[in-house]
């Protein structure tokens, strides 16, 4: 059922370097099934995305991952370990941001740090690195109302980075910042991929923001969801970040997305 | 821009404090003094030492009325709105204690609490009591989803989510039930002394009233409405400080 495509010119980077894997797993609202037995591996240090129409249960897969969520049934391993709720070696990156209003941008960065009881000079070093590191350098001490949406962004990036987990899971992080904004942050993104050695798992609904981050695309259906179609774009992934957007696979593998999804939009 | 919202301040007190003065002059009823009449006897009382007198009979019940209503209010807000089964079984005391005629029910207090101070606080936290107690409970049931995650996905603890994210969440709102709780305190500590007891800043309304000296009357009554717009600022700027970033810009005076 799933139906693998594979660019000739690269060699499949090891796939056996699972660092998370969902196996079997459902999830139902009441009667509402918002997951059927779905099977999905993770490669390490690489970016796949989910991607699908709205309501196709993305976010609950990602959620559940996280350990937010219980599925119903089935289970998630992360490095080999099963996940019972939130743990040290995943940290989540919201839509919204979910930003603390009253703290700033400091004390939200280094809420993490806080929260795993870290002390203060410490965990502001640590802090103050990724800040500089997100590009947000002077503004440690503003508030998140003083920011616009994509620094707002940058600040909830950074919480996720200090904490130094080995997955990062973003839930549609940049469908909140302007397209501009957006554009910059996609490519920080693969910027980030190659540099830090960690997992990234992004859900979006904007297929070519997928296709232009990931290593592998998995594509998930509605009703209830399941993964429909893996695609690892792998052409032009070592290409200059400026040369992706035109390269004929990039195009291509666009298109045939929108053709599978069409149906499912309405 | 602090000094535009002054001279506004300045300019509306003058409008309504000449608005007094020219209606006490016409006059509109025999029993309206002039603004500068209530000013006159205000500064007599204050010189005499009724007015101080008066207070501290008033502020008795007043502060300790209004610290057990912040203080239980604020606590049973924070559980009711917390937890689903003392919602269902707490909540409806206080809609009911909310929208209860009090003056009916003050000879009820009487019968059960005597006429000293108890009945009188038991009055003020009536008043007071309600509002805080609600607004705190639907302030922590609106605590945005995200910011709860956010929290237990960076392995926070239940009392790092209610410390850290749930209360100060909540706090403007829990500050908009104080105000409107200390306000609701502060007519019921007047309405205490006028109905059980009249003592403090009451017995000046009811004694100025029967022997017809209205200036003396009204500027007691306009003596309470100061203390309560001081308090009530008083506890703005204590919400400024406790949480800066909050400023969602009020508009309290």
Redesign the interface.
């Known amino acids: 059922m799933s139906l693998i495509k594979e660019a000739p010119a690269t060699a499949e980077p090891a796939l056996s370097e699972i660092a998370v894997s969902v196996r079997n797993i459902s999830k139902n609202y009441g009667a509402v099934e918002a997951l059927k037995d779905l099977t999905l591996e993770f490669p390490r240090g690489q970016l796949t995305s989910l991607l699908g129409p709205s309501g196709c249960g993305k976010t609950t897969l990602l959620?559940i991952i996280?350990?937010?969520l219980e599925p119903t049934s089935g289970e998630v391993e992360v490095n080999g370990k099963p996940v019972t709720g939130?743990?040290?070696n995943?940290?989540?990156v919201?839509?919204?941001f979910?930003l603390?209003?009253?703290?700033?941008v400091m004390r939200n960065v280094a809420?993490?740090l806080?929260?795993?009881s870290i002390n203060k000079s410490k965990r502001e070093d640590i802090a103050a690195k990724y800040i500089k590191e997100v590009g947000l350098g002077g503004f440690e001490n503003s508030?998140?109302?003083e920011l616009s949406g994509g620094m707002r962004q940058r600040v909830g990036l950074a919480?996720a980075l200090s904490?130094d987990a080995k997955v990062l899971l973003m839930d549609e992080p940049f469908s909140a910042v302007d397209e501009q904004t957006r554009r910059k942050f996609q490519e920080d993104l693969l910027g980030l991929v190659q540099n830090e050695n960690k997992t990234f798992i992004f859900v979006t609904h904007s297929i070519e923001e997928a296709v232009y981050v990931s290593d592998q695309i998995a594509i998930l259906l509605p009703r209830p969801s399941r993964v429909s179609e893996i695609i690892r774009p792998s052409g032009f992934r070592h290409k200059d970040h400026d040369q992706i957007r035109r390269d004929p696979e990039y195009l291509d593998i666009v298109d045939d997305i929108w053709a599978s999804l069409r149906s499912y939009v309405e | 821009m602090a000094n535009r919202s002054l001279y506004l301040k300045i300019l509306s007190a003058v409008i309504i404090f000449g608005a007094w003065e020219i209606a006490g002059r016409i006059p509109v009823s025999y029993a309206f003094p002039t603004f500068l009449e209530s000013m006159a006897a205000l500064g007599n009382m204050a010189l005499d030492g009724r007015l101080w007198e008066a207070y501290a009979e008033t502020l008795r019940p007043l502060v300790v009325g209004v610290a057990i209503s912040t203080v239980l209010g604020i606590g049973l807000g924070l559980w009711i709105g917390l937890s689903k089964f003392f919602d269902w079984l707490v909540s409806p005391i206080f809609i009911v204690m909310q929208s209860a005629p009090l003056a009916a029910l003050i000879p009820l207090l009487v019968m059960a609490y005597g006429i000293g101070l108890t009945s009188k606080v038991f009055v003020v936290c009536i008043m007071a009591m309600p509002v805080i107690v609600l607004n705190t409970a639907s302030a922590v049931r609106h605590t945005?989803e995200?910011?709860k995650?956010?929290?237990?996905?960076?392995?926070?603890?239940r009392t790092?989510m209610l410390i850290?994210?749930i209360i100060?969440a909540a706090?403007p709102l829990i500050f908009s039930g104080l105000r409107l709780g200390v306000s609701a305190g502060f007519i019921g500590a007047i309405l205490a002394e006028l109905k059980i007891t009249p003592t403090g800043v009451g017995d000046i309304i009811t004694f100025s009233r029967s022997i017809a000296d209205y200036p003396s009357m009204y500027a007691a009554i306009f003596s309470i409405i100061v203390l309560a717009v001081l308090f009530l600022n008083l506890l703005e700027r204590t919400e400024k400080t406790l949480?800066?970033?909050?400023?969602r810009g009020y508009v309290s005076d």
């Open positions: 959620k996280a350990g937010l939130p743990g040290p995943r940290a989540f919201f839509q919204d979910a603390l209003p009253w703290a700033t809420f993490g806080e929260l795993r508030y998140p109302h919480r904490v | 945005p995200s910011m995650e956010m929290c237990k996905s960076f392995l926070g603890t790092d850290k994210i100060p706090s949480f800066k970033g909050h400023d």
